[in-house]
């Protein structure tokens, strides 16, 4: 009682002391399916909080994106966000979460998640490529990262982010997965507000891209300081822990053929920031 108390959703006091936010946790989450590309996907999190302050999405499930492929496909990425349009993408999910701090001091953290599964847009297909083969993966997601982001600079020429930073191997699918940050970068380089990215190959051609923001809120960067996130970042880290897939009996093959015929395959160890420095840069960044 003292606790629910201690944190509820009210901003009646300025914030002066370090807090340990309060908020969703994985003990509450639910298991949440989708069907994409004859994979299923399998995950637990937190229901979606719709009082969440600035949420930028409702909860979007779809269910099953197997049946937006047979529409017609993924949507293409609009040319202002990707300039030559070569991928194309489904939202799956999204969610987000307040974390409030202690005594009436508001809400001082949101979190939040985006699922959507990535593939090449029409006319841009990879015949003889297959996601499954780690190092084609690979070679996909710099290619992916580099066309949504490597192109976006400000008004001097500097670009925007800086990625992947972090990079992990996760181990815990049937697939190559791994994980790593995005950062975006401000003025002096200083790198903020990072993306975490989880994602994993489904198919030959698709793959599923997780997304997590961890967004603080204060009125100085003193109150910044103040403000420990962890419960926020061990619940990302339950819910990555939580993924499954069961690919299709033709990804099951492949992932069988790949690993015969290439028994020491595997996504790199270490992925070093691509160079998205210059604009001359960014196409190599692709290869």
Not at 117 to 133: A, M, P, Q, T
């Amino acid at each position: 009682m003292i606790s629910f108390i201690r944190n509820l959703p009210f901003s009646f006091r300025e914030l002066k002391h370090p807090c340990t936010l309060a908020g969703p946790t994985f003990s509450k989450a639910k298991t949440v399916e989708f069907k994409a590309a004859g994979a299923t996907v399998c995950l637990k999190c937190p229901k979606h909080n719709h009082l969440t302050p600035h949420a930028t999405a409702p909860e979007s499930p779809v269910g099953n994106l197997d049946q937006v492929l047979d529409r017609g496909g993924l949507q293409r990425y609009y040319k202002t966000v990707m300039p030559n349009q070569e991928w194309a993408w489904g939202e799956y999910l999204s969610r987000s979460w307040p974390y409030y701090g202690p005594w009436f001091t508001g809400c001082r953290a949101v979190a939040s998640i985006s699922i959507s599964v990535i593939g090449r847009s029409e006319g841009n297909e990879l015949e003889d490529v297959s996601f499954l083969h780690p190092k084609a993966f690979e070679g996909a997601l710099a290619s992916y990262l580099t066309d949504l982001y490597g192109n976006d600079r400000t008004g001097n020429g500097r670009a925007t982010h800086k990625g992947p930073v972090n990079w992990e191997l996760y181990n815990g699918l049937p697939v190559s997965a791994a994980t790593f940050d995005l950062f975006r970068v401000g003025v002096g380089g200083r790198l903020h507000s990072p993306i975490k990215m989880f994602c994993f190959p489904i198919s030959d051609k698709h793959f599923v891209k997780v997304e997590f923001e961890v967004r603080k809120r204060a009125q100085t960067a003193a109150q910044l300081k103040l403000i420990d996130t962890t419960p926020i970042h061990n619940l990302i880290t339950q819910i990555i822990e939580s993924f499954s897939v069961k690919l299709s009996e033709t990804g099951l093959k492949k992932v069988e053929e790949v690993r015969r015929e290439n028994p020491e395959s595997t996504l790199a160890e270490q992925f070093p920031p691509l160079d998205w420095s210059r604009p001359s840069t960014v196409q190599k960044a692709k290869t």
